[in-house]
Each structure stands twice: as structure tokens, then as C-alpha cells.
């Protein structure tokens, strides 16, 4: 397995396997891979003949710097995870900081119309101006012809084929289903500094999101909202940051469903952010 820290040689590498015609898909992480990582890389070597996987804790996407600093790295851990699926069709790139931004570790000010603004975007101040501003220099710096992300991010999907789209780069945006552990919880890199209480609580997030779901057939999506609000009331270790039902396209909140929503193709999905202790945990469902 090919390992770069230096985007110039990877550029080179990168040019050299395109110019043989091979495809290149290209999976971003910021480590402590998991099976949910797993199942992105593997969805690139079925549909590409190399897949790129960065492994990279950008600084500039978090709004809370101690989060950044207790992030957990663990390249020799990913590495191997990654030999167990090829030894030979996954390139690692894992740059230092100065081999991204420079001297200059500051995001570039981005505009997704208005995508940027909701959910994740009130709670964490700046936070899709970094998303944007590696995303977008990853995505030069690897030029992959595909790139895979989890719908547990879905906002960051959403904005991520927003930056293609605005900025007009040449690479395909495929969004792959949540991978879950058998008892629900999405998977996460943030679950491994789950307290044993805490990870027992945990799966209530995604079976509360299915009941919504259900909840969400014959009630208004003020109604669903409230009966979240107050099931999280009777958690002690889980304290609700949002819930809301949100239109997939936009991502504005909904008080209810259109009644022209079969004829207009409107999609809602809910979206849930919670605390467990100190860990962020976030989640989602399609609703229709």
C-alpha cells in the first residue's frame, strides 16, 4: 500500500496512473477509521480501479479546539484496517497540516446558497468554511473521477455537491447509506470515547429517529418535534442539542408536509444532534 504525506509526489503518482487511464475514486477521512469507512473505500474499488483515502484532522473545521486536540489519531490502526480490504488499490495520503495550508492555517469564506446556515451550520459557527475550504484543495490535490461520502454527514453531502456544483470541479459525488452497529447507533469515530454508560444509552437516537419516522405519517412535523423533545427529557445521560425535519433539497426546517409533496418529489429527512457526556453525536433518517 502506497503511503504520501507530500501532495507534490502525489500529484505526480496521481497524473502518472490517469495518464494509463486508470480511475480514481477517493474516499476523505480524518482517521480513526471504522467499518462505516470501510464500507466507502469498498464501494470505490467496486466502481474504480484505484481509491485515494486521505486521513487528515483538519483544524479548521472545528469550532471547539479542544475537540480538535482529544480527536483521536491512529494512522498505524487505519493502515492496517485498510490492508485487510487491498494491499495493492488504496493509496493513503495522510499530509501534515503545513503540507495542506501552508504557514496559513485559515478556511476560505464559502457561500452554499444558504445550505451553510441550518443545522450544523447555527450550532457550529464557521464550520462548513473549513469542510469547504479541504474538501476543495483534497479535491485538487487527488483529482479523483468519483468521491464517496457518508449520509450520516448529510448536510456535509449536500454542500459538498454544492461546492462541485458552484465551483464547477470535475468529480462525481456519491452519497453511501449510514453503516450502523447492530444495536443502531451510527457509526462514528467519536464512538470510541463513549463512557460504557454512555454507549449503552446511545442507540435511543436512532430508535427515537425511527419512531419519528413512523410518527411522522399521520403527524405534523411541529407534533413529531415535540414528542422528541420530550422523550430526550426522560434520558439523563443524553441531552438533546436539535431535532428537526428539515426539505432534503434545502434543508429548511418543515411545520409539515406539503400536501403537494408526491407531485412536487419533496423529500424530508430528520436530522438530530445529542450529547453523550461530552461527545457530539449526530444522526439522521429519510422520512419519505
Request: net charge neutral.
Amino acid at each position: 500500500m502506497k503511503n504520501f504525506e507530500n501532495k507534490a509526489q502525489l500529484s505526480t503518482y496521481i497524473s502518472s496512473l490517469k495518464d494509463n487511464g486508470t480511475s480514481i475514486g477517493f474516499v476523505p477521512t480524518m482517521g480513526a477509521l471504522h467499518h462505516g469507512h470501510l464500507a466507502l473505500v469498498n464501494q470505490g474499488l467496486g466502481e474504480n480501479d484505484i481509491v485515494v483515502v486521505s486521513i487528515f484532522v483538519n483544524p479548521t473545521q472545528f469550532d471547539n479546539k479542544e475537540d480538535l486536540v482529544k480527536y483521536p489519531r491512529t494512522l498505524d490502526a487505519d493502515m492496517a484496517l485498510l490492508k485487510t480490504i487491498s494491499h495493492d488499490r488504496i493509496i493513503v495520503y495522510a499530509p501534515t497540516d503545513k503540507d495542506i495550508y501552508g504557514d496559513n492555517i485559515q478556511s476560505q469564506s464559502f457561500t452554499f446558497d444558504g445550505l451553510e446556515h441550518e443545522m450544523e451550520g447555527a450550532f457550529r459557527p464557521g464550520h462548513f468554511d473549513g469542510v469547504g475550504t479541504i474538501i476543495k484543495r483534497l479535491f485538487e490535490i487527488v483529482t479523483p473521477d468519483t468521491a464517496y461520502f457518508g449520509e450520516k454527514d448529510f448536510q456535509q453531502l449536500q454542500i459538498i455537491r454544492k461546492l462541485v456544483e458552484l465551483h464547477h470541479l470535475p468529480v462525481k459525488i456519491v452519497g453511501c447509506p449510514i453503516h450502523r452497529a447492530d444495536d443502531g447507533l451510527a457509526m462514528s469515530s467519536r464512538n470510541a470515547r463513549l463512557t460504557p454508560k454512555h454507549r449503552e444509552a446511545a442507540p435511543v437516537i436512532y430508535k427515537t429517529l425511527q419512531t419519528a419516522k413512523e410518527k411522522f405519517g399521520t403527524k405534523s412535523a411541529t407534533k413529531v418535534t415535540e414528542w422528541v423533545i420530550e422523550q430526550f427529557k426522560n434520558e439523563p445521560l443524553l441531552e438533546l442539542e436539535y431535532f428537526l425535519i428539515a426539505d432534503v433539497k434545502t434543508l429548511k426546517p418543515v411545520k409539515r408536509k406539503s400536501s403537494d409533496s408526491y407531485r412536487e418529489k419533496k423529500a424530508y429527512r430528520a436530522f438530530i444532534a445529542v450529547y453523550a457526556g461530552d461527545i457530539r453525536l449526530i444522526d439522521n433518517i429519510a422520512l419519505n
